[in-house]
């Protein structure tokens, strides 16, 4: 792992320069298809303050029958035994500060779609996209929040030592769902790495308000929350090329 500083870049951008630790990136295959996406922390994870690593899962989706493959609705899609329709993008990241992290991750070509994002499943309607052998999209920037409901927010750190010596918990009595904000990459985010120089990316295509069955076993969510509610009665959309 090594320091990297970048600091001229952020002089001649204009924005301030971030301090991220960066490792190497994989070597690529020519005839597989990636995904960039950058995962900011979630905030306030457990307790007011608390940041932990945002993590997102993706998942090989069935759009004629609307369900994962292999799902209760597509079951005659189910992969081989051993193989998993999905893809959780926790661990080994190509860059890394301490506000989020940057994944390069290798997809089958597919139609795939966001399953949830930090112990959330995004069932009641999230983004699907489909992906080609030697593409690489960027699926930009992703920050899982937590959807508090009015006049909710997170337990003070004294609030959750008391639940911990009364409780043996520090843990809210109710856990929250998370939704997703989701924007292009910009100029003050990473920057695409050097081992896709000489490769097109794009932004990708997305259809919106999807839905499938929860097979993630936690709470439940829209991609983009209560806000999404509003939409939930019109037909799926498609949006190119931003998320």
């Known amino acids: 792992m090594k320091k990297v500083a970048l600091i001229a870049t952020g002089a001649l951008m204009g924005f301030a320069p971030v301090s991220v630790e960066a490792a190497k990136a994989p070597a690529l295959d020519p005839n597989s298809a990636y995904v960039l996406v950058e995962i900011g922390n979630?905030?306030?994870?457990?307790?007011?303050?608390?940041?932990?690593?945002?993590?997102?899962?993706?998942?090989?989706?069935?759009?004629?029958?609307?369900?994962?493959?292999?799902?209760?609705?597509?079951?005659?899609?189910?992969?081989?035994?051993?193989?998993?329709p999905r893809v959780m993008i926790t661990a080994k990241p190509i860059a890394k500060s301490k506000t989020s992290r940057l994944y390069l991750v290798k997809l089958e070509p597919d139609t795939w779609v966001i399953e949830g994002a930090s112990g959330t499943a995004f069932s009641l309607g999230s983004a699907q996209f489909s992906i080609e052998r030697g593409q690489v999209i960027d699926l930009g920037v992703v920050k899982p929040v937590v959807e508090w409901l009015e006049g909710e927010g997170p337990k003070s750190m004294a609030g959750g030592m008391m639940g911990a010596m009364l409780f043996g918990s520090v843990k809210p009595k109710e856990i929250r769902p998370v939704r997703l904000d989701w924007r292009p990459r910009a100029a003050s985010d990473f920057p695409v790495p050097a081992s896709?120089?000489?490769?097109?990316?794009?932004?990708?295509?997305?259809?919106?308000?999807?839905?499938?069955?929860?097979?993630l076993g936690g709470l439940v969510n829209r991609i983009d929350g209560r806000a999404g509610r509003e939409k939930a009665v019109a037909p799926a959309t498609t949006a190119t090329p931003a998320p």
Do not use: C, E, M
Not at 74 to 80: E, I, N
Not at 196 to 215: C, D, E, M, P
């Open 42 to 84: 979630l905030d306030d994870a457990v307790l007011k303050g608390v940041k932990a690593p945002g993590t997102l899962t993706l998942a090989r989706y069935d759009a004629a029958k609307g369900d994962v493959r292999g799902g209760a609705l597509s079951p005659d899609t189910a992969l081989p035994k051993g193989q998993s």
């Open 196 to 215: 896709l120089s000489g490769r097109t990316i794009s932004a990708g295509q997305y259809s919106h308000g999807v839905k499938f069955g929860n097979y």
